[in-house]
Nanobody, 123 residues
Framework: QVQLAESGGGLVQAGGSLRLSCAASGLTFSSYDMGWFRQAPGKEREFVAA??????YYADSVKGRFTISRDNAKNTVYLQMNSLKPEDTAVYYCAARPRTERAYDLSNHYTYWGQGTQVTVSS
């Protein structure tokens, strides 16, 4: 079965950096779009970044600070997060879907989800 396993979360001071990883198994990784979403306490899950083929997409709130990348040889997608802010505090989820032209920023367009990893940014 398909599994997505996130890692790399933690506690960091504002202005710091973290790199999240998501290792995928049970799917043909190169044929899947990959995305990152996050959910803060009391808020809805929101789009962060996505990678489809060579194209990358970002939420306005993270553009210029976060970078999504993927290594198809390792079946892994990464989220490099720089210049972190307290408002970036959330549980971050990795998501996968078979490649499609559908909107990349809607969580219900993704088929598989990881268990999430906590990112906490202190001020």
């Amino acid at each position: 079965q398909v599994q997505l396993a996130e890692s790399g979360g933690g506690l960091v001071q504002a202005g710091g950096s973290l790199r999240l990883s998501c290792a995928a198994s049970g799917l043909t990784f190169s044929s899947y779009d990959m995305g990152w979403f996050r959910q803060a306490p009391g808020k809805e899950r929101e789009f962060v970044a996505a990678r489809r083929l060579i194209f990358t997409y970002y939420a306005d709130s993270v553009k210029g600070r976060f970078t999504i990348s993927r290594d198809n040889a390792k079946n892994t997608v990464y989220l490099q997060m720089n210049s972190l802010k307290p408002e970036d505090t959330a549980v971050y989820y990795c998501a996968a879907r078979p490649r499609t032209e559908r909107a990349y920023d809607l969580s219900n367009h993704y088929t598989y989800w990881g268990q999430g990893t906590q990112v906490t940014v202190s001020s």
